[in-house]
């Protein structure tokens, strides 16, 4: 199986910016949308609108600039950071400029305004790194899963989501699965392995799980 993860989604994503930026630009646009708008509705975000459509406006105004991503690139920050201080800089720069056309949703009083944005919120934070985790992982789990059925190892996908996902002991999967214990060392070109890679930085429960299965534990 081609290894599905040679690099680290920040590594790729850099790489395409230099020579895809379009799919870096649609990438992003993809997978932050969801975590961001979780961290909208779990902050006082929420007040100044709707969640999908104040993170919609700003991925639109951002995105749009090809060097937001390329500072993004040389910040040393975690994306989805450089996203929620973007998010908040925008909300409070939409509800400024509504405020001065006196439309409404911009009559938030200034001080209450500078208090929603001047800081991230302890509660929205969880919510994004919640999120991200759960694509994260989801979309590593999906790949691998296409993978694996493409070659006709779907018992090796079978043998991960019992015993990573699920948590049933090795032993129980591999009867289960009829793949002999002693082929586990082959699981590190397989399904535990590549998806681990795809999602170390959130460590779940999962995925921790899933670099387990090389050993038998």
């Given at each position: 199986?081609?290894?599905?993860?040679?690099?680290?989604?920040?590594?790729w994503?850099?790489?395409?910016?230099?020579?895809?930026?379009?799919e870096?630009?649609?990438?992003?646009m993809?997978?932050?949308?969801?975590?961001?708008?979780a961290?909208?509705?779990?902050?006082?975000?929420?007040?100044?609108?709707?969640?999908?459509?104040?993170?919609?406006?700003?991925l639109?105004?951002r995105?749009?600039?090809?060097?937001?991503?390329?500072?993004?690139?040389q910040?040393?920050?975690?994306?989805?950071?450089?996203?929620?201080?973007?998010?908040?800089?925008?909300?409070?720069?939409?509800?400024?400029?509504?405020?001065?056309?006196?439309?409404?949703g911009g009559?938030?009083?200034?001080?209450e305004?500078?208090?929603?944005?001047?800081?991230?919120e302890t509660?929205?934070?969880?919510?994004?790194?919640?999120?991200?985790?759960?694509?994260?992982?989801?979309?590593?789990?999906?790949?691998?899963?296409?993978?694996?059925?493409?070659?006709?190892?779907?018992?090796?996908?079978?043998?991960?989501?019992?015993?990573?996902?699920?948590?049933?002991?090795?032993?129980?999967?591999c009867?289960?699965?009829?793949?002999?214990?002693?082929?586990?060392?082959?699981?590190?070109?397989?399904?535990?392995?590549?998806?681990?890679?795809?999602?170390?930085?959130?460590?779940?429960?999962?995925?921790?799980?899933?670099?387990?299965?090389?050993?038998?534990?």
């Amino acid at each position: 199986m081609p290894d599905l993860f040679p690099t680290t989604h920040s590594t790729w994503l850099v790489d395409r910016l230099s020579h895809a930026p379009d799919e870096a630009r649609a990438h992003v646009m993809a997978s932050y949308f969801e975590p961001l708008c979780a961290y909208a509705r779990a902050s006082s975000l929420r007040a100044l609108g709707e969640p999908a459509e104040l993170v919609n406006s700003f991925l639109a105004a951002r995105l749009d600039d090809h060097a937001y991503l390329v500072r993004w690139s040389q910040s040393g920050m975690p994306l989805r950071r450089w996203l929620a201080n973007g998010l908040l800089t925008h909300a409070r720069n939409d509800a400024l400029a509504r405020a001065r056309r006196g439309r409404v949703g911009g009559t938030v009083p200034p001080a209450e305004l500078e208090r929603m944005t001047n800081a991230h919120e302890t509660d929205a934070l969880l919510a994004l790194e919640r999120a991200w985790a759960v694509r994260t992982v989801t979309e590593a789990h999906e790949r691998v899963h296409t993978e694996l059925v493409a070659e006709g190892r779907a018992d090796w996908w079978e043998l991960f989501r019992l015993h990573g996902v699920q948590g049933m002991a090795y032993e129980q999967a591999c009867s289960i699965t009829g793949i002999a214990r002693w082929s586990r060392a082959s699981a590190t070109r397989c399904a535990p392995s590549s998806s681990a890679r795809a999602s170390a930085p959130t460590r779940s429960t999962a995925s921790s799980r899933s670099c387990r299965i090389c050993s038998g534990s």
